[in-house]
């Protein structure tokens, strides 16, 4: 089995930067992406970013500009660096992988595990 423990979430004002972190164990498939998710209760599980084997990005709208997600595969890491930091961008974050990633209507916990919690203070 595939497992993601993320790390770095904590408290930064707004327009502050965060640096989440992820390692993964077990193997993931080949052709597998690399992603962060993040949920707002009752919101859907909101693909965030994303990075495929050859460094490709994809970022949601929302964080474009503001975001980047990197790796290092040796070390099986992702890394997410939130710069600019909004209130809107407070919630818990999942690190998942996987062949073919979406925004969909389920529980991120449930799927990808505990996450790790940005709060954004005023």
């Known amino acids: 089995a595939v497992e993601h423990v993320e790390s770095g979430g904590g408290s930064v004002p707004a327009g502050g930067s965060l640096t989440l972190s992820c390692t993964v164990s077990?193997?993931?498939?080949?052709?597998?992406?690399m992603a962060w998710y993040r949920q707002a209760p009752g919101n859907d599980c909101e693909l965030v970013a994303q990075i495929t084997s050859g460094n490709d990005a994809w970022y949601t709208k929302a964080v474009k500009g503001r975001f980047t997600i990197s790796q290092d595969s040796a070390k099986k890491t992702v890394y997410l660096q939130m710069n600019n930091l909004k209130p809107e961008d407070a919630t818990k974050y999942y690190c998942?992988?996987?062949?073919?990633?979406?925004?969909?209507?389920?529980?991120?916990?449930?799927?990808w595990g505990e996450g790790t919690l940005v709060t954004i203070s005023s």
């Open positions: 077990g193997t993931t498939l080949p052709g597998s992406v």
């Open positions: 998942a992988s996987g062949l073919s990633l979406t925004t969909y209507g389920g529980s991120c916990e449930v799927y």
